[in-house]
């Protein structure tokens, strides 16, 4: 059971460029959500999604694209990088009983 | 913003218990309690949650007092391993609100 799954784990981009960071998941959960966590720092809210086709904003969507075109999967587009972007990004599932489940983590430098 | 306050640290040593307290003064009836921890970089964990009776699993027990305004997560017996950043997080269970992460515990065990 792959659980929630991301990819890449490590990636350096340059200030401008853009990237998409992917998530998904083999549970069949409707709710989805990404985090940001800098250093030292708790978990963000950047955006979620509570099914197919719905996407909203959470604590900082600025800079950060979402689309959810399938249960299974929910990808984070940055258009134009910035070294503030420079954190750990998490994507979760949310379980029958609302309990989340996390992805290892993707580890983004932005020179 | 988040809807719970925790300490910001606590110590314990290894093979007592370790209470962490929690506030949820502004809880709804129909919001359940969650607790997850986050080992070092790594994704966070679900442990536990409940509604307004007492659970227990084999990570760990949760307290809710009568009135729901406040929780308690107990691991009975803490060993190295459970050095932690500890969240405690109100939510409806059914996926359809955003979930907001606040600072969390941070559990030292000590020999």
């Known amino acids: 059971n792959a659980g929630v799954t991301q990819t890449p784990k490590f990636q350096v981009l340059k200030t401008g460029q853009s990237m998409t960071l992917q998530c998904a998941q083999d549970?069949?959960?409707?709710?989805m959500s990404w985090y940001r966590q800098d250093p030292g720092m708790g978990l963000r809210l950047i955006h979620y999604s509570v099914g197919a086709g719905i996407t909203d904003q959470g604590e900082v969507p600025n800079g950060y694209n979402v689309s959810r075109s399938t249960t299974e999967d929910f990808p984070l587009r940055l258009e134009l990088a910035a070294p503030s972007q420079t954190s750990v990004y998490f994507c979760?599932?949310?379980?029958?009983?609302?309990?989340?489940?996390f992805g290892e983590g993707s580890r983004l430098t932005v020179l | 913003d988040a809807k719970t306050t925790q300490p910001t640290s606590m110590d314990c040593a290894e093979g007592r218990a370790a209470n962490l307290p929690c506030n949820h003064s502004t809880i709804s009836g129909n919001e359940y309690v969650y607790w997850y921890r986050q080992i070092h970089s790594q994704g966070p964990q679900y442990i536990i949650h409940g509604l307004k009776n007492n659970e227990t699993n084999e990570m760990a027990s949760l307290i809710i007092t009568e009135d729901r305004k406040s929780s308690t997560l107990i691991l009975p017996h803490a060993t190295l391993r459970d050095t932690a950043v500890y969240y405690c997080i109100v939510r409806v269970a059914y996926n359809t609100d955003k979930l907001i992460f606040g600072t969390g515990t941070r559990l030292q065990v000590f020999p």
């Open positions: 979760a599932s949310s379980g029958s009983y609302g309990e989340l489940f």
């Open positions: 549970m069949n959960h409707e709710y």
